[in-house]
């Protein structure tokens, strides 16, 4: 399999580098690491694991960490406040494997408590290709 074929990454350039230094805003770096998948990969990014840019003081590191992580939860809180005013918003999307093993309980329970013969089920697994391009990020962004 040929998995960077479809990674289009680059180096940037001396003068990029420059022009984000000379930014009042400093975006955060992480590492990044590759899952293999059977037709590409899998960009994994551990925003715990910020790279520590030179430039900058630990302090200010810090602060920008902190910065992020709380924009995140932010945005997380709304995520789930949707979730429990509109229903219907998200579907039948679940946050974690808490929600997974309470949606199953559930659906479980119904069954079992239900006075007819248990029915067969079938289990379909699914990954959705392409769902992170087709993400609005500049929404996002705002």
Known sequence: RNHFAKVHLRALSSEEIEAVRQKKYVPMASKLRFI???NGLRP???VSGVVEARAFSRESREKKMHHYNTRLKNLFSVLNYER???TSFIGSSVFG???IYKTWKKF????LESDGEIPHFYYVKADVSRAYDTIPHN???E
């Open 36 to 38: 293999p998948k059977a």
């Open 44 to 46: 994994i990014v551990k």
């Open 84 to 86: 429990t005013v509109n």
């Open 97 to 99: 494997k808490d929600d």
């Open 108 to 111: 479980v329970t119904k069954v």
């Open 139 to 141: 929404k996002l962004v």
